[in-house]
């Protein structure tokens, strides 16, 4: 599957972007999502995720509560709604796909196959 992310920007602290990822190429219901940003100077970490159907979701502890991931599988689209930003979460967002669903590694980016290609987010202080 292909991935295309999309709807970074620069924004104040507090403010809110949202994010979008459209997949190509397979059948997008048949991937869990997730997403993932990195930071200059620092790895990869983890965001937050959604199963084939939308059903289950999981957040890093830092964005609980802020951030929320959705899908639309007829429109092959994940979402990451992030509101209350933080200076903190500047960072390049890169979404990524995975045809397994397992609780226990969802987190790690291994074990996702295909990666999109990483939409700037700028929080100003």
């Known amino acids: 599957v292909q991935l295309q992310a999309s709807g970074g920007g620069l924004v104040q602290t507090g403010g809110s972007l949202r994010l979008s990822c459209a997949g190509s190429?397979?059948?997008?219901?048949?991937?869990?999502m997730g997403w993932f940003r990195q930071a200059p100077g620092k790895e990869r970490e983890f965001v937050a995720a959604?199963?084939?159907?939308?059903?289950?979701?999981h957040y890093a502890d830092s964005v609980k509560g802020r951030f929320t991931i959705s899908r639309d599988n007829a429109k092959n689209t994940v979402y990451l709604q992030m509101d209350s930003l933080k200076p903190d979460d500047t960072a390049v967002y890169y979404c990524?796909?995975?045809?397994?669903?397992?609780?226990?590694?969802?987190?790690?980016?291994?074990?996702?196959?295909?990666w999109g290609q990483g939409t700037l987010v700028t929080v100003s202080s």
């Open positions: 990524s796909a995975d045809r397994s669903y397992s609780p226990t590694y969802i987190a790690q980016p291994g074990i996702y196959d295909y």
């Open positions: 190429g397979r059948t997008f219901s048949n991937y869990v």
């Open positions: 959604i199963s084939w159907s939308g059903g289950t979701t």
